[in-house]
């Protein structure tokens, strides 16, 4: 799986844009970018994924370079709550891991009042 | 519907005694994952079960740890003879079968602490 570099710490003042890069520039063609995060003491959240186009949930948006070499993860109305570890992981077809993913360092982003 | 489970949530153990940790999956998904996280640590794959497959254990870190799965559903992580370096929140995941897309679901995690 190609390997993702994230800032280690990120702030946010609430109700602003928390815009969350990474990069993943030996990403391959079949390879999706996920965002996970995890708040303190529990487990890792799902948030959102994408091939090659924005995606955009509930939760967050996610923006893809046109060379697929960088993303950013933006939640739009950032909140306390939002205080997390932001994991950025790229992953491929599977291995004889399945879908295991490969957690990096994250960023952690805090949120303040 | 019910999340991911996991227990106990909390467990202190002596070194040299084993533990079991309990997953109980999302009702349906056919793959379950065991990780663990050291203080401070990203998450460390240990290992992968897919329906009735042989699970690969390819992240065991050694052969004192050993998980089976039952019946599909409910997995049972063993550590034999702990030492103080698996101190460590041990979590669960799940998810449907083998789309490439789909996401993993955690558990709240084991806090297993070796004294």
């Known amino acids: 799986d190609a390997k993702t570099t994230q800032p280690p710490s990120m702030d946010c003042a609430e109700g602003r844009a928390a815009n969350l890069p990474c990069n993943h520039s030996t990403i391959s063609g079949n390879e999706y970018v996920y965002w996970y995060r995890q708040i303190h003491s529990q487990g890792p959240q799902y948030i959102i994924h994408g091939l090659k186009n924005n995606e955009t949930n509930e939760m967050a948006s996610l923006i893809i370079t046109e060379d697929r070499k960088s993303s950013t993860l933006i939640l739009p109305h950032a909140t306390l709550r939002d205080t997390a570890v932001y994991y950025c992981?790229?992953?491929?077809?599977?291995?004889?891991?399945?879908?295991?993913?490969?957690f990096g360092k994250g960023t952690s982003l805090l949120v303040t009042p | 519907g019910a999340g991911v489970s996991q227990s106990p949530s909390n467990k202190v153990t002596e070194k040299g005694k084993d533990v079991e940790l309990r997953c109980d999956p999302i009702?349906?998904?056919?793959?379950l994952y065991w990780y663990r996280q050291s203080l401070g640590q990203g998450l460390e794959f240990l290992i992968y079960?897919?329906?009735?497959?042989?699970?690969?254990k390819s992240g065991l870190p050694s052969d004192r740890f050993s998980a089976e799965r039952t019946g599909g559903s409910v997995s049972t992580l063993t550590i034999q003879r702990t030492q103080q370096e698996d101190s460590a929140v041990y979590l669960c995941?799940?998810?449907?079968?083998?789309?490439?897309?789909?996401?993993?679901?955690f558990g709240p995690g084991t806090r297993l602490t070796v004294t």
């Open positions: 079960f897919q329906g009735n497959s042989a699970p690969d």
């Open positions: 009702s349906g998904h056919t793959a």
């Open positions: 992981i790229v992953r491929s077809k599977p291995s004889n891991s399945g879908y295991a993913l490969n």
């Open positions: 995941a799940s998810s449907y079968s083998t789309g490439e897309t789909y996401e993993q679901y």
